[in-house]
């Protein structure tokens, strides 16, 4: 299996990089959940965490789906879950539309199985 992202050269305009991704706010028992939107995030962002622990840093600049290309090849046997989880961290963070629980639960099976992976 490939890696959704491109993983040739960079074609962005290098007069306009795009901000890194940052860890939203940790919610407070008051606040959450305010959207189904944030597990989403928390459970991708928490995947970068872990794949930075393991010396695989995402580069500032660097869109989730080229990061996913990076990931792959740190990890092949794990390119299809980071694949998905990347889909779905794309989709949560760039549409407008409501997310169901189900979509929550699968994301935690699989960044689960990555993590497994990696220890």
Known sequence: MTC?????PRRRNRLSPSPAV??????TADSWPLSRREPLRW????VLDKAA????????????YE????LSQAAPEATADVNDL???F???RYSTHEVVAARVSWARRIAARIS????
Do not use: M
Not at 22 to 27: D, T, V
Not at 43 to 46: G, K, V
Not at 67 to 70: D, N, P, S, Y
Not at 116 to 119: E, F, G, P, V
């Open 22 to 27: 940052s860890k939203p706010n940790e919610p």
């Open 67 to 70: 990061f996913a290309c990076t």
């Open 90 to 92: 794309v989709d949560v």
């Open 116 to 119: 497994r992976l990696w220890n």
């Open 53 to 64: 622990r393991r010396r695989v840093s995402r580069r500032a600049g660097q869109t989730p």
């Open 4 to 8: 959704v992202g491109c993983c040739g």
């Open 86 to 88: 990347t889909r779905q």
């Open 43 to 46: 459970i991708y962002l928490d």
